[in-house]
């Protein structure tokens, strides 16, 4: 299409001045309040994808925005640049991970330049760098100091396509691997660990005061898992010197306890299986091995249940009614998880239900069921009642009996209170060559030995094999392998796997405070003074990847005195935005759906391409490439060539007194400021770009000498409009629009006022509270962040006022379905969200 502009050349043109003149590098000691923004740092795959786009769009508005509400805004890049796809290619072509890295992260430099992104590229850094190793291992020799990094062997999930082992969280729900979609399969390693665990109770509470997503606590209080229940023996049958250990949270339910069931891991299996019931047994171990715990834990065909449980031949005694009950081993069990032996409640559970079904077990109610409930086809009951079979809890509702069964174990001296949690401490070993080593070394006299300080960093040799084999390629390099003792001077091994690479993301925005620190990890003053990051922009995928350990590092390089001082939250804001998603399936490399952004920079321009994802929708929200996205993005070049023109005009201005019609504009001009600060104040910039366009529209029939009815605005004889009311609404407009489209506004800017300070170097338009003022206004009333129905209000509306009619707003009701709210937020008189 053909543009108004010589697009192409004003945006390189703006780009290198934004480089060459560090117009948006900052120093340590920065007067202005700071401002920290940050994205995630990317992976460098290759060139930029539309979700880089999206995302860096998005965090470039908020450097831009911050930066002319007068604060010192610190914008950071670094390139996550440790990953299996490196080491991957290296093994298919014979290049060298770092040499396809580089590469690699100079197209995605090329990318984030045309695409206006601005950073303090002084700070770059790079998780490849011996720099950046040197710092990770220091941390890494810290953690071990303080019993935070431990060595332990236990079963792992291991990816035959990628040759590693994976952490839990980057198995899929299916069982595969969340890169390679191989069948993960369990083995027995020794391997080093994080004790994130040690932290779960306070990562758990400290949700509650974040200003994030909501999914995104939820996501996190899910994976840490908090369990309250009680621990307590089961005596073996015939053998009151053994006994099971299990965990329940519903320890009210034990009258109801028709079997017990144990890990295939547990150590008791073999002792308490008999003979005939041996080969049963040892079928179910073997299956398990094979299959990950997110398979084990699935929950399956109940038919498939005989084949995932096996009678031991052995019962235990239920230790409130002294009943035996038979003792099975089950897959669903894991070892890892409270004691690795549970009861079974089959009326108060539906998957001991089904097995109780399977294997004809009996089925005894503690909970009455409401009535009907048979009628209806019965089934278990997990909804709230009455006790019944209970005993002495009889008649007692669910807490009371939970409370009193408790304290009842605890008087018999067989069980107490206890606290369980679904995460597991964090396996950080990978069996690869391209990710930092971890530093320490095997040897026969004295152990396992921690690499000093002096001695980092440990980088990997250039020179070795690139095998797809078991082990890592580090193992077979001779002069890597061996080293001497650092406590005896003997012989030596080196420690041949390296970290998994969500180490070094767990603690690079630290490094951005202070890149250049060269005897160590970063100034904990500089830290102070930037963290914790105010905007951090990011995909909800990393919510209990990433986002989980970057809090636990935080906290413990707090504990172990590398960053005394900081806040424990690193993450003040956390802005999560939706995905990219092309015919119904999310936009990946794997899957060959990618949209390069080059295209779009070589023809309607990078401004327009931003403009288009800032307006297309919420930026919570997913959105979906397709046909029509293509005639969406065109008409956002569109709308900048009429910006353009409307700029470039030179229509015959009035001077003298404004009249009526030059004050409705300048209302408009001063609401239409009002309405775009409050937009990107609260993340709407779909919004914004949509005030914004109502306000070129409204230039241009001014400029054409017309108010919005079409009449003349200077009255009989006196056509055009008013030259302060008309430079006022240019100027407020490439204002508003600077931070969404960079270039054409820098250029525009600098036309109209050659020799002046750029446009992104002004103060952010104030609106003038009288020429805002209004009778009415119309509030915008949501539900979880989605806009439900637009009320007209009084402009001088209390918050009780507006919650109430919202809440009694038709649309909202129906949305709502006889829920009521967690909150709602009243922002009177523009805005009310009602939060599910």
Known sequence: ????????????????????????????????QKFYALCMYPYPSGPAHQGHVR???????????????????????????FGLPAENAAIKTGTHPRVFTDARIAELKSSLTRLGAVY????????????????????????????????????????????????????????????????????????????????????LEALDDLEWPERAKVMQRNWIGRSEGAEFDLVVEGRPDVRIRVFTTRPDTTFGMTYAVMAPEHPLVDELTTDAQRGAVEDLR?????????????????????????????????????APVPLFVADYVLMGYGTGAIMAVPAEDERDWAFAHVHGLPIVRTVQPPAGWEADGGGAFTGDGVKVNSGFLDGLDIPTAKARAIEWLEEQGIGERKVNYRLRDWLVSRQRFWGCPIPAVYCDTDGVVPVPEDQLPIVAPDDVEFLPTGQSPLALHEGF?????????????????????????SWYFLRFCDPWATDRPFDPEAARHFMPVDQYIGGIEHAILHLLYARFFTRALIDVGLAPGIEREPFKHYLAQGMIRMDGTKMSKSKGNLIAPEHYFDTVGADALRLFH???????????????????????????????????????????AETAAD??????????????????????????????????????????????????????????????????????LLSLLAPLTPHVTAELWERRHPGQPSVHLRSWPTADAELVRQDTVTMVVQVNGKVRDRIEVDAGISESAAEQLALESAKVSEVLNGAAPKRVVSRPPRLVNVVL
Not at 4 to 31: C, M, S
Not at 69 to 76: I, N
Not at 481 to 505: I, K
């Open 614 to 656: 800032l307006f297309v929708g919420p930026p919570f929200d997913d959105m979906d490439w397709s046909e029509q996205t293509e005639q969406v993005i065109e008409g956002c070049g569109r709308f900048l060539d009429r910006l353009w023109r409307a700029c470039t005009a030179e229509p015959a201005l009035r001077p003298g």
């Open 1 to 32: 299409m053909a543009r108004a502009y010589d697009v192409d050349a004003v945006e390189r043109k703006w780009q290198r001045h934004w480089a060459e003149d560090g117009t948006y590098e900052i120093e340590n000691d920065d007067p202005r």
């Open 481 to 505: 392998l061996h080293t001497t003792c650092p406590v005896c001077g003997g012989p030596a091994r080196r420690e041949t796997d390296t970290m998994d690479t969500f180490v070094d993301s």
């Open 663 to 732: 004050l409705a504009v300048r209302r408009a001009v001063h609401r239409t400021i009002d309405e775009v600060t409050n937009d990107l104040d609260r993340w709407s910039y779909n919004t914004a770009v949509a005030h914004c366009m109502e306000l070129l529209n409204l230039v241009q029939r001014y400029g054409r000498g017309e108010t919005a009815d079409g009449q003349a605005t200077g009255g009989a004889g006196t056509p055009g409009p008013h030259e302060d009311a008309w430079n006022e609404a240019l100027d407020a």
């Open 120 to 203: 303090d590229w002084r700070r770059e850094i790079h998780s490849h760098d011996p720099d950046y190793i040197k710092w990770t291992q220091l941390v890494f020799l810290r953690l071990w100091e303080a019993g935070l990094a431990y060595r332990a062997t236990a079963p792992v999930n291991w990816c035959p396509g990628c040759q590693t082992v994976l952490a839990n969280e980057q198995v899929l729900p299916d069982g595969t691997c969340d890169r390679s979609g191989d069948v993960v399969v369990r083995r027995d390693l020794e391997q080093w660990f994080f004790r994130i665990t040690r932290y779960a109770d306070e990562l």
């Open 55 to 81: 995302n860096y769009t998005f965090g470039d508005l908020v450097v831009r925005y911050q930066t002319m509400q007068g604060k010192g805004v610190l914008s950071p890049i670094g390139f996550d640049s």
């Open 286 to 322: 073997r299956r398990a091995a094979e299959e990950t715990e997110i398979e084990r834990l699935a929950e399956g065909e109940a038919a498939a249940l005989d084949k995932r449980g096996a009678f031991t031949g052995t019962n235990v005694l239920n230790p409130f009614t002294g």
